[in-house]
């Protein structure tokens, strides 16, 4: 007889949880009749008649659709593919850009150095 009260309160404490988390999960705008929130403490402090009215009334029924967001509605930057590749172009401009101008100050500063060793021998002077 021990094992099998042992069995139901095994059971009932399964039941609980399982209702206890699957309520917690929902989204708020799916759980029916009353808000999240009291489903949550109606399944804490009155146990097994909480999680057996949370799976008749509270539960989201699973034949209806879930709202989601336009397809083109907003989405979080690290998963739209265009803006990921956007951000990669830019990254790869603003190196060429940077190279190109290390490259043109190298130039200057030939073309410089090129310009006064051309009047050192102009001013007369011999080597």
């Not at 804490?44 to 057996?52: Q, S, W």
């Not at 690290?78 to 590749?85: Q, T, Y």
């Amino acid at each position: 007889m021990a094992r099998l009260y042992m069995l139901l309160v095994v059971l009932a404490v399964s039941v609980i949880v399982y209702a206890l988390i699957e309520c917690i999960r929902s989204a708020p705008y799916e759980v029916r009749s009353i808000p999240k929130p009291a489903w949550i403490l109606a399944i804490v402090f009155v146990p097994l008649i909480g999680a057996g009215l949370w799976f008749l009334f509270g539960r989201p029924k699973s034949g209806r659709p879930v709202p989601q967001a336009p397809r083109g509605g907003p989405m979080a930057p690290d998963e739209d593919i265009a803006f990921l590749r956007n951000l990669d172009k830019q990254r790869q401009n603003k190196l060429r850009e940077e190279e190109l101008n290390r490259r043109e100050q190298e130039l200057r500063d030939r073309e410089q150095s090129l310009g006064e060793e051309g009047q050192d021998n102009t001013d007369g002077s011999t080597r």
